[in-house]
């Protein structure tokens, strides 16, 4: 069965740290982050290649450092300094092939 699970998510005060967890149940190409507030757009957070290339919006450099480990099929996101804007729903999304998968989301929420 092909899955995209993400773990990591919770409560936390801003300027606090989380990491969030993507474990795919299948080899995966490119992946990447995404995160979605209420009244918002889905945007991406951060997203990395098979090799590791990774690139970030300018909105979290610096605070984000997403990472992967091929073997285990794992995406990780580093998250520091996080601001109450940081507060969304975050999905993780791989490609295998030409196909896209998406995960359920994990809600991330960050107090003032």
């Known amino acids: 069965q092909v899955q995209l699970v993400e773990s990591g998510g919770g409560l936390v005060q801003a300027g606090g740290s989380l990491r969030l967890s993507c474990a795919a149940s299948?080899?995966?190409?490119?992946m990447g982050w995404y995160r979605q507030a209420p009244g918002k757009q889905r945007e991406l957070v951060a997203d990395?290649?098979?090799?590791?290339?990774?690139s970030y919006p300018e909105s979290v450099s610096g605070r984000f450092t997403i990472s992967r480990d091929n073997v285990k099929n794992t995406m990780y996101l580093q998250m520091n300094s996080l601001k109450p804007e940081d507060t969304a729903v975050y999905y993780c999304?791989?490609?295998?092939?030409?196909?896209?998968?998406w995960g359920q989301g994990t809600q991330v929420t960050v107090s003032s």
């Open positions: 990395i290649t098979r090799g590791g290339a990774t």
């Open positions: 299948f080899r995966t190409d490119r």
């Open positions: 999304n791989a490609y295998s092939g030409p196909r896209i998968y």
